[in-house]
């Protein structure tokens, strides 16, 4: 059975984070997500937590759009084990992690050995603390210009050489639609790569219905 969780990234924007998670109790979802940490109140998502009963399903490895990136490795490291102590704080036992963007001046194959040098450096730091990290593809098309992982094949090759059960993929839905289609083909195919999904409506990055998806299909 699919268990849903809100991005409160997308909600309510006006509202502190608090009053927007009291909201997606009050609604009715079982769990809620976010991305970065760091222009939050750890402490108020806690306590907010605690008075809803809700779950984090998720949040962002901090800094984030950061694998791709060279001479990062010592500050990417420092993020995760500081990450990883607000992650067990929150209970979350998922973290996101994405690429960055693309280097015009080196091939596809060396940008990728450094990806997968840092992710498996930053996924040894989440299995020795019992978290998962799913790796982002995204789309380039219309809201990530640049961005350097965009296919499922792409991630699952990265994510199976890793060798990882704390590495897995997130197939954001909305996102492979606009980049590739070939949505269910890829969801049997990968499917035991995946440890996380994100969904909207394409197009427009709305609900689930009246767009080009049939979520109840997928």
Known sequence: MVKLSVCLEMFWRDLPIEQRIAKVAALGYPAFEFWG?????????????????????????????????????????????????????????????????TYDDESYEISRRRVVRNLAMIGQVAADYGITLVLEPLNTLADHHGYWLTKMAQAADIVGEVDSPHVKILMDLYHQQVQEGNLLSNVRQYCSYIGHFHSAGVPGRHELVGGELDYRSI
């Open 37 to 101: 940490w760091k222009n939050k109140d750890t402490d108020k998502i806690r306590a907010a937590m605690d008075a809803t009963g809700l779950p984090l399903a998720a949040l962002c490895v901090e800094p984030n759009f950061c694998l791709i990136k060279r001479g990062v490795s010592t500050e990417l490291l420092a993020g995760m084990k500081e990450s990883v102590l607000v992650a067990k704080k929150l209970d979350c036992e998922t973290m996101i992690v994405t690429t960055g963007n």
